[in-house]
Antibody, heavy 115, light 113 residues
Framework: EVQLVESGGDLVQPGRSLRLSCAAS????????MNWVRQAPGKGLEWVAA????????GYADSVKGRFTISRDNAKNSLYLQMNSLKSEDTALYYC????????WGQGTLVTVSS | IVMTQSPDSLAVSLGERATINCKSS????????????VAWYQQKPGQPPKLLIY???TRQSGVPDRFSGSGSGTDFTLTISSLQAEDVAVYYC??????????FGQGTKLEIK
């Protein structure tokens, strides 16, 4: 069974940094592209970033480009999202999802950016 | 690529057909394999999204056959042939044509009339 468990969400002040992690199990992690997708409270889904199986191709939404960095460690079956220069509009539930299109999702980790 | 869904909300009687539309700002049809890079998701309150349809019309394993997807190029449709109570949810379309870049529609809230 595919399992994706996000962690690292927290309450942070604007301008600060945060690193999210996603622990994957139940599938061959190194074979699949991975995504981060977020959902602000009461709002729709926003695709944030994706990374191919070997980190050879990476993409970001315009709203986070230059501030967020997606990475993966295939040896640890883990996906990461380094978030810098956080803004209030980054407040959301952040989901980790596997595949293109994403076919399995975690439960999410909540990031709140507020002073 | 911008994905625009219509309507924003929809109320349908139990057993009736529900139709949700999605339009992309440019074609998401990849001619070499004749595939449309569109997926549809269902999201219920407090849950992560669930993949229903990919390649615009291929049903994900385990998805009831009352769900179907159609369309090509820039115009796509998700149809629920006979609405059940458990289908109340928000539905999203997504394009993955310019992988690894992607984008979602704004969502359509489906309710029972």
């Amino acid at each position: 069974e595919v399992q994706l468990v996000e962690s690292g969400g927290d309450l942070v002040q604007p301008g600060r940094s945060l690193r999210l992690s996603c622990a994957a199990s139940g599938f061959k992690f190194e074979d699949f592209a991975m995504n981060w997708v977020r959902q602000a409270p009461g709002k729709g889904l926003e695709w944030v970033a994706a990374i191919t199986w070997n980190s050879g191709s990476i993409g970001y939404a315009d709203s986070v480009k230059g501030r967020f960095t997606i990475s993966r460690d295939n040896a640890k079956n883990s996906l990461y999202l380094q978030m810098n220069s956080l803004k209030s509009e980054d407040t959301a539930l952040y989901y980790c999802a596997v595949g293109l299109p994403p076919e399995s999702w975690g439960q999410g980790t909540l990031v709140t950016v507020s002073s | 690529i911008v994905m625009t869904q219509s309507p924003d909300s929809l109320a349908v009687s139990l057993g009736e057909r529900a139709t949700i539309n999605c339009k992309s700002s440019q074609s998401v049809l990849y001619s070499p394999n004749n595939r449309n890079y569109v997926a549809w998701y269902q999201q219920k309150p407090g849950q992560p999204p669930k993949l229903l349809i990919y390649w615009a019309s291929t049903r994900q394993s385990g998805v009831p056959d009352r769900f179907s997807g159609s369309g090509s190029g820039t115009d796509f449709t998700l149809t629920i042939s006979s609405l059940q109570a458990e289908d109340v949810a928000v539905y999203y379309c997504q394009q993955f044509y310019n992988t690894p870049l992607s984008s979602f529609g704004q969502g359509t809230k489906l309710e029972i009339k």
